[in-house]
């Protein structure tokens, strides 16, 4: 069977969760037993986004295969289940670098390159070689930024082309405002929206409606009057209590059969048993039986998407553990003054999650020594677990100057320091310790041990500084377990407290949680902070 394409574009705005939209229709096509994966292009000239602050953009997603991707890539994962590769984020750096070193190769020779043909056959034959290479049955494409962008346009052109060639929906998300004086839906600027995307020669087959409000039935025939569609094909997209619910909310209103049957796929294939599985997580989301405080103790706190997966790792861990979660987000510069840990007294258990430079580090510590000496769940994660050498390492085995040569290169002690083999590296897109690596957890009481139960596991990686194993020892002997190593038993993988409940990891476990199967380690974090919890009341 030919591969089919869906494509997801936004109009009027950004940030309305183009993401959800895509991962909610790669999880219906999954229901319905189809191969589906998705592709998301964004205009942008980074070639990836490995050298974005994630205060402006959001988390760096890691693959296995090491591509530094945008956060859209964990959304897809976490509905979707599946593991995926770098060659299915399309950047326009990628793009017009790929066309350059074709032109100075001589490919073209002769010709003038154009945006209309090189580059829009350049996208078309990607998308056509990942459906076919990944033998898909439907390759869902996210477009980013909304119609009307400079940057997006010749993306939005090729896509026109790929429906003259290819069986293709086009999905547009758009928004309907409530005003609130006259408390009315006003869906004008949806309709101006719909006619941007019809001006470009495309005529969308669905428009997904983000509102606040449930979309009201005068709305919807309105905007089915004015767009040409049939009023089953305005979906409802309004504010759920969580983004696992919106697979559920499109197929109540028969999405998902209207996107089969124009897909020309066989609708009788849904899977009830998995379709009910999900539901019945979701569930364990909205209406669990117990609840924990967290504090994420970071710098980018004012951006929550900059640590989105740790979030997510939380809700599936609590889903997992019929517990509610309930986040505060401290920001680790205000640690920095000791009164400010009062912060942190309602909470149950601390996370420092990852990060790089010096802003908000003695803040940082000042939380995990309060989780160690206040019996604290807590987890570190990469820059996390660091600290949480360099904390145990100043405050129980009285090395005093301790530090990363991250933030101290002349530390006395380098706790955490760089390897030789990167001491060299001057270019920074590509070149840290990155993507899935094994490691062998070799202490079987270790609490690591007991939250995956196995020997050998794989997380993935993000990070330049490891810990400094002239100093395991004497860690070791004031008390700090190691009981993971990388497969060569070089580098150190995992630390934790003897007493209470501390895990450190240089990996990031958050990176691979997904609601049906969440990460070992944040389902151990969340029910050491409940038992925790319990032996103090
Ligand atoms: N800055 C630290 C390093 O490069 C930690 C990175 C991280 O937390 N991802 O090693």
């Known amino acids: 069977m030919p591969a089919k394409f869906v494509v997801v574009l936004g109009s009027l705005m950004s940030g309305l969760g183009k993401g959800i939209v895509t991962s909610s229709i790669l999880k219906i096509l999954d229901l319905y037993g189809y191969s589906a994966l998705p592709v998301k292009f964004d ?26 991707v945008d956060m859209d890539f964990g959304m897809y994962q976490r509905f979707l289940g599946k593991g995926m590769t770098g060659d299915l984020s399309i950047t326009g750096g990628k793009l017009f670098s790929h066309i350059i070193n074709k032109e100075r190769r001589g490919d073209y020779l002769g010709e003038d390159v154009q945006i209309i043909p090189h580059m829009t056959n350049e996208i078309i034959s990607r998308l056509e070689n990942i459906a076919k290479s990944k033998k898909l049955d439907v390759l869902v494409i996210e477009v980013g930024g909304a119609v009307g962008d400079i940057e997006n346009s010749y993306f939005i052109e090729a896509m026109r082309q790929l429906a003259l060639k290819h069986k293709v929906v086009f999905v547009n998300l758009t928004y309907v405002p409530t005003l609130d004086v006259v408390g009315e839906q006003k869906t004008k ?14 005529m969308p087959d669905f428009m997904v409606c983000r509102t606040t409000e449930p979309l009201g039935e005068k709305a919807r025939e309105k905007l089915s009057l004015f767009t040409n569609i049939t009023k089953e094909r305005v979906i409802d997209d309004s504010d759920s209590f969580t983004i696992y619910q919106a697979p559920l ?51 980018y706190t004012k951006l929550r998407d900059s640590y989105i997966s740790v979030k997510e790792s939380l809700l599936h861990a609590g889903a997992a553990t019929d517990t509610r979660v309930n986040i505060k987000w401290v920001e680790s510069s205000d640690l920095e003054n000791k009164d400010e840990l009062k912060q942190l007294k309602g909470m149950d258990g601390v996370i420092v999650p990852g990060g790089f430079g010096k802003r908000g580090i003695e803040g940082m510590i000042n939380s995990i020594r309060y989780a160690r000496e206040n019996r604290r769940a807590y987890l570190g994660l990469c820059l996390g677990m660091q600290l949480m050498a360099v904390e145990y390492a100043r405050n129980a085995c009285h090395l005093e100057g301790a530090n990363s040569t ?24 590509g070149t840290m310790r990155l993507g899935a690596w094994k490691c062998r957890i070799v202490d079987k009481n270790s ?4 939250a995956y139960k196995k020997n050998v596991i794989d997380e993935r990686h993000r990070h330049r500084y490891e810990f400094n194993n002239k100093y395991l020892d004497i860690v070791r002997k004031n008390g700090l377990k190691v009981p993971a190593f990388t497969m060569d038993g070089k580098l150190v993988e995992f630390i934790e407290w003897t007493d209470g409940f501390g895990i450190g990891t240089q990996a990031h476990p958050e990176l691979k949680s997904t609601l ?22």
């Not at 949806?190 to 941007?196: E, K, N, P, S």
């Not at 991250?406 to 897109?429: H, N």
Request: charged share 30%; proline share 4%.
């Open 406 to 429: 991250e933030f101290v290169k002349d530390a006395r002690e380098k706790i955490i320091y760089l390897l030789p083999s990167q001491k060299g590296v001057r270019k920074k897109g």
């Open 516 to 537: 049906e199967t969440p990460a070992p380690v944040f389902v151990s974090f969340v029910d050491a902070a409940r038992r925790l919890a319990q032996e103090r009341m």
């Open 43 to 68: 205009g942008y000239l980074n070639y990836d986004c490995g050298t974005m602050n994630p205060y402006r953009h959001g988390e760096v997603f890691v693959l296995d295969d090491k591509s530094e």
């Open 249 to 299: 909310h499109f197929m109540e209103q028969g999405f998902d059969k209207l996107l089969v049957k124009d897909l020309e796929l066989n609708g009788d294939r849904l899977n009830k048993a998995k379709l009910n599985e999900w539901k019945r997580m979701v569930g364990k989301i909205v209406n669990p039986k117990y609840s924990v405080n967290v504090a994420i103790v970071g710098k």
């Open 447 to 450: 609490a690591v041990y007991k």
């Open 189 to 202: 600027p949806a309709q101006l929206g719909f006619r941007t995307i019809m001006q470009l020669g495309i």
